[in-house]
């Protein structure tokens, strides 16, 4: 087995960090910034005051973000950096505002749209802004991943862009900032951390380092989780969530997602479905699924040992119960869906994360998991 392992973030975690960000930027010599924020941020306060603490270092703000940041989001928030002439990007928000940031970052110095290089295989230019990633949920992981998601409603699609430019100079983890999340998103984000860690351990890219940080993840959210979900104000839960996330973006980075995040396009695009409880929807079936091969089977049988459980068909149990409690979905019988729907996420379930699975997943396997859920 030979393996690689580079990590380029430089993370800083703590209650408070958030006030450390303009010495941080002053010490990398960092003098004119933009705040790339979620638009939540813009409403409730938070942005206006980072503004007005970096005064002289933040010039301006882009705060036009959809939840699942489309690419007309990406060109126009390049544009004002290419306008105001920028030196660096301070993203604050959840994934949608960091992947929008991180994007941004590299194609403002061309004059292309970012729609050239999402998913085409068009290598991105090497040069980019650096970028200091603060982010206000525990789940997503992006601050210290090479990974931007984004949709294009014109085309209806919707994909990772994956490039090394995209890892930011430094991740602020400041747990305060999800003191205030409501119990849904709690349980949204929470889930698809799980997700991270399980098809990071199990992907086929995986390696030992990152092997050993999917199971410290995964041990997080099973024990921290539902005290979050049911007790939103336990800081020590909340710190130990938001601990979960930055280390199961660490254990999916290189290995890449798999089964569960190539279903959540489809999810995510045609039923609306919030990615992280797209995610968590199907991580079960798959557990089940990939715990049954012969040659990766007890490797992951193992993982589920190590987290206290009989094997992945216990653990999958376990999944199964735990989106009940979150009050996720388990199924898809709101939607009515009709033959025509269901295949059309068969169709859209073949994503390229779904070659990193390590079991081969069929149309007929999709099309089973699937009609399952109606």
Not at 171 to 189: F, K, R
Not at 210 to 227: G, K, M, P, Q
Not at 357 to 363: A, F, G, M, Y
Request: glycine share 6%.
């Amino acid at each position: 087995m030979s393996w690689d392992y580079i990590q380029p973030v430089n993370i800083k975690f703590g209650e408070g960090m958030l006030g450390r960000m303009k010495e941080i930027a002053e010490e990398m010599g960092l003098k004119k910034g933009i705040l790339v924020s979620d638009p939540f941020f813009a409403q409730n306060g938070l942005a206006d005051r980072l503004m007005k603490e970096n005064e002289g270092l933040l010039v301006c703000m882009y705060s036009q973000i959809s939840p699942n940041p489309e690419v007309t989001e990406v060109d126009a928030c390049a544009a004002l950096m290419k306008e105001k002439e920028v030196e660096f990007t301070v993203a604050l928000g959840g994934g949608s505002a960091l992947d929008c940031a991180k994007a941004a970052s590299t194609i403002c110095f061309t004059e292309d749209s970012i729609r050239k290089y999402h998913g085409t295989g068009v290598e991105l230019p090497k040069k980019h802004l650096p970028i200091i990633a603060i982010p206000t949920t525990a789940g997503t992981g992006s601050e210290v991943t090479c990974v931007s998601v984004l949709s294009d409603h014109e085309l209806g699609k919707k994909g990772p862009i994956n490039n090394n430019n995209f890892y930011p100079a430094v991740a602020l983890i400041d747990p305060e900032l999800t003191y205030t999340l409501p119990p849904y998103m709690t349980a949204s984000c929470g889930i698809d951390v799980l997700c991270h860690a399980v098809e990071g351990f199990w992907s086929k890219g995986h390696q030992p380092i990152c092997d050993a940080l999917a199971l410290h993840a995964s041990e997080l959210v099973f024990e921290n989780i539902r005290t979050v979900y049911n007790d939103p104000q336990n800081k020590e839960a909340r710190a130990r969530m938001a601990e979960a996330s930055v280390i199961a973006g660490l254990a999916f980075t290189l290995p890449k997602t798999t089964s569960s995040h190539a279903c959540s396009f489809p999810l995510t695009n045609i039923l609306h479905i919030p990615h992280g409880e797209a995610c968590g929807l199907t991580l079960d079936y798959f557990a089940r699924i990939n715990a049954a091969d012969p040659v990766e089977g007890p490797r992951i049988n193992r993982f589920a040992q190590k987290l206290g459980f009989k094997d992945m068909n216990d653990m999958a149990d376990a999944i199964a119960q735990l989106k009940k409690d979150l009050k996720l979905r388990t199924d898809l019988k709101e939607f009515n869906l009709t033959d025509e729907q269901v295949a059309e996420l068969v169709r859209g379930s073949k994503h390229p994360n779904m070659l990193n699975n390590p079991v081969e997943i069929t149309e007929e396997m999709l099309d089973k998991m699937y009609q399952s859920m109606r």
